[in-house]
């Protein structure tokens, strides 16, 4: 992300330190959290890393005025689900990663039956936050309902479940396109839900109308694929010291992939394609940026599209 215009990067790294202290608060351990499992909880989710997916709530919120304070729990109950979830994708039964963030996985850092607990706890503990923390409840129950069905056996689990099935049968029946199809039918629920989630709850808490978070979500639906595509290249090309975690993993054991289908050049291509329609579907807020006549909060709706724009475009040079 060094690459990004100054002010949007400062921009980022505001909103990635509000989210780092929400989640500090939030999963300090109640009483009764036995001392392991709270520190494995807290090892796993405040573990340093982009914060794509709570990011793009406040991104949301923002770009429509939302008071920072209401649309923080909703991004730190998107980030709760996405640790949970990577901690059980790492187990040995999942993918059996060693490393996550350059450092050792859950599972690894204490051991498996901790790291399980540890993911039941932070699904928890994301539903506790919207609950208690969104005002007023019918809003907290609506959000709930969000990220329940993103997080739930349709999408993120469907598409985990989906993506366990491919590894033994990386083609359907030797046809390309119904392959293409299938592998996108993945990524659009294991990472494109959560990804799409955590921009309809900004716009919820923000008071959006549906028209802007259908277009928030039509950009969270190429972003998604677009995010997907990427980190299957980085599994076949990346460096595993940049990465930080283990790559060829996917190609070792012939896993359904982009690049695999598609191959690294046309690859490239349709996560640029992706890209490009992710922009195009924030052209619906060009004419609240062109009528704005003073900043929301220091924080003026050009920046905020812009760093949309600028995070879609990042994808197809990232590099970890």
């Known amino acids: 992300m060094d690459s990004f215009r100054p002010d949007i990067l400062t921009y980022l790294n505001n909103l990635r330190c509000d989210v780092n202290e929400c989640l500090d ?5 109640k009483s009764g ?15 340093p890393g ?13 770009l429509c005025g939302a008071p920072r304070h209401l649309s923080l729990p909703a991004a730190c109950a998107v980030e709760m689900v996405h640790a949970y979830s990577l901690i059980h994708d790492d ?8 490393l996550r963030r350059g450092r050792p996985t859950c599972h690894v850092q204490f051991d498996e039956g901790t790291a399980i607990l540890a993911g039941d706890a932070l699904l928890a503990l994301a539903f506790e936050t919207l609950s208690h923390r969104i005002k007023p409840q019918s809003l907290a129950g609506d959000c ?3 990220l329940s069905y993103a997080a739930g056996p349709a999408q993120l689990v469907g598409g985990q479940a989906d993506d366990l099935d491919a590894g033994d ?10 392959s293409v199809k299938f592998l996108e039918s993945i990524h659009h629920r294991k ?20 028209e802007q978070i259908c277009a928030l979500e039509e950009y969270g639906i190429n972003f998604g694929l677009a995010f997907q595509i990427t980190d299957d290249l980085l599994d076949w090309i990346g460096d595993e010291d940049i990465v930080g975690k283990r790559v060829r993993k996917d190609s070792e054991s012939n896993k359904l992939t982009f690049p695999c289908l598609l191959g690294v050049d046309e690859s490239r291509c349709e996560a640029a394609e992706k ?13 609240l940026i062109e009528s704005e006549s003073t900043p929301l909060r220091s924080v003026s709706r050009r920046l905020v599209y812009d760093t949309l724009v600028a995070l879609a475009r990042y994808l197809v040079e990232r590099r970890n």
């Open 275 to 287: 890209v490009q329609k992710a922009c195009l579907a924030l052209d619906i807020f060009k004419p």
């Open 25 to 29: 608060e939030y999963s300090e351990p």
């Open 191 to 210: 990472t494109g839900a959560m990804i799409q989630a955590s921009l309809r709850l900004g716009g919820l808490v923000a008071g959006m109308n549906e």
């Open 144 to 146: 709930c309902a969000v």
């Open 33 to 47: 959290t036995p001392k392991r499992l709270g520190e494995a909880m807290r090892y796993s989710l405040l573990a």
């Open 50 to 62: 982009k914060r794509i997916r709570p990011l793009l709530t406040l991104l949301a919120g923002d």
């Open 169 to 178: 049968n990386p083609t359907i029946a030797g046809d390309y396109e119904a």
């Open 91 to 98: 187990l040995p039964a999942m993918d059996d990663d060693q």
